[in-house]
């Protein structure tokens, strides 16, 4: 690509970092969407935990049948957790009692399980699976809304009772009346798993989650209360169709994402490669430094010391080249080339993406292969936007150096945010 056209992309992504941006931060800091980014990551510690133990105690001869039976309880737990962890995060952020939002947001939790099968929880959640993570979510936000109006309206005390009594309400009358909202759910998920599961749809989340990153967003995070549970589901239907000895039905799950992100957001792996023959000495020693990590799919260092957030120069390989793999990927998948994903929990992320994708696919051979080709394609589009970059900051080092200090400027903002989410409240409350 020549240097003029990329000049002109430059330009075309300061438009955007100037108009569209701040609105996408503003976005990420509604106090709702915070609060759901960070309570699903915990959560995927009871998908693991009791995926773990239950493979323990009930594992018979054949290993992989009951390591899916387990998996499948995984993902009930799962939803158990984020109900609870939600609740907590909610309410720290909106300053009302943490103990009576779990407690009230769990029961809401227990009484929309399947009517049939509430009286047994455990077979409940694993009835459900992976369609507890959309309820948890609901549960959680519906006690949490109840709460946040009683609080700000009633004494303490007044304010509990009556939040208590409106979640009754909304979820013992109509479980009372044989409606389970566990079950009302799933209508709601299939045609979301069918639109997530066209190219089309996986085009538009890689772009979402690219983009926000441009911003300063940790886009994954951001869309995790969307595309998590669409996507979990997707994943727990091909498992079991692969336990059943039966072609797995979906091609975009969560996993998906090893193929199309090598390194991390962006398939920075490519571009940490690259770098090792930059003529910038910083970009080198940064490459270096954030090799190992890369490997591990985890690239802060990358998005924040180059950096990547704010950047007009790379911002259009960073977005369009997990698009172009994404392509690639399902194109693969879809034409049989590779065997679709059939497995995933977090521990996997932190391996390297061709030990990833070879486990993830039930130990297909052919996965590495694409993981390999995708790299060496990322490599091959990265490289004149960073001959490009390199010669823009040998010009103008102090654009270079202003580029980090934002970096640096949003990363603390986030971290802040983690540490503090009721801050968060009051700043969007400024904003109005």
Request: glycine share 6%; with cysteine; aromatic share 8%.
């Amino acid at each position: 690509m020549s240097v003029g056209r990329i000049g002109r992309f430059e330009h075309a992504v300061a438009a955007l970092e100037q108009r569209l941006f701040p609105v996408l931060r503003r976005a990420a800091d509604e106090p709702h969407m915070a609060a759901v980014r960070e309570a699903i990551g915990p959560s995927f510690a009871a998908l693991v935990a009791v995926t773990a133990v239950a493979w323990g105690v009930g594992h018979g001869p054949d290993l992989t049948t009951s390591f899916f039976a387990a998996y499948r309880a995984g993902f009930g737990a799962m939803g158990v957790a984020l109900a609870a962890f939600l609740a907590e995060r909610l309410a720290r952020t909106f300053g009302y009692d943490r103990a009576l939002a779990v407690v009230l947001s769990l029961g809401a939790f227990y009484i929309s399980l399947p009517v049939d099968s509430r009286l047994h929880p455990w077979t409940a959640i694993v009835q459900i699976a992976s369609t507890s993570i959309f309820l948890a979510l609901i549960v959680a936000l519906v006690t949490a809304q109840c709460l946040r109006v009683a609080y700000a309206l009633l004494p303490r005390f007044e304010a509990a009772a009556a939040a208590t009594t409106a979640s009754a309400l909304l979820f013992v009358v109509p479980a009372a009346a044989g409606v389970s909202l566990a079950d009302l759910l799933l209508p709601i998920i299939k045609p979301l798993v069918a639109v997530g599961d066209t190219l089309p749809g996986l085009l538009v989340v890689v772009l979402l989650q690219t983009l926000l990153w441009c911003a300063g967003v940790h886009g994954p995070a951001f869309l995790s209360a969307i595309i998590t549970p669409v996507y979990l589901h997707a994943l727990d239907q091909n498992s079991q169709a692969y336990l059943n000895h039966q072609t797995p039905p979906h091609i975009v799950t969560i996993a998906l994402a090893v193929f199309y992100f090598p390194g991390g957001s962006g398939a920075t792996l490519s571009l940490a490669l690259l770098m090792f023959r930059s003529r910038v000495a910083r970009l080198r020693k940064l490459a270096l430094a954030s090799l190992v990590p890369s490997l591990a799919n985890i690239n802060e260092p990358l998005i924040f010391g180059i950096p990547l957030v704010m950047n007009p120069t790379l911002a259009l390989p960073f977005v369009g080249v997990p698009l172009i793999l994404a392509t690639l990927t399902y194109a693969a998948m879809a034409l049989g080339l590779v065997d679709k994903t059939v497995f995933w929990i977090p521990p996997v992320n932190l391996l390297p993406a061709f030990v990833s994708a070879w486990l993830l696919t039930g130990r297909d051979w052919r996965a590495v292969v694409l993981v390999a080709v995708n790299v060496i394609m990322g490599a091959i589009a990265y490289a004149p936007f960073l001959r490009s970059f390199e010669s823009s900051i040998s010009r103008e080092p102090e654009q270079a150096e202003e580029l980090v200090r934002s970096a640096t400027a949003i990363r603390e903002h986030e971290l802040e945010v983690e540490r503090h989410p009721e801050r968060l409240l009051g700043e969007t409350h400024d904003d109005r």
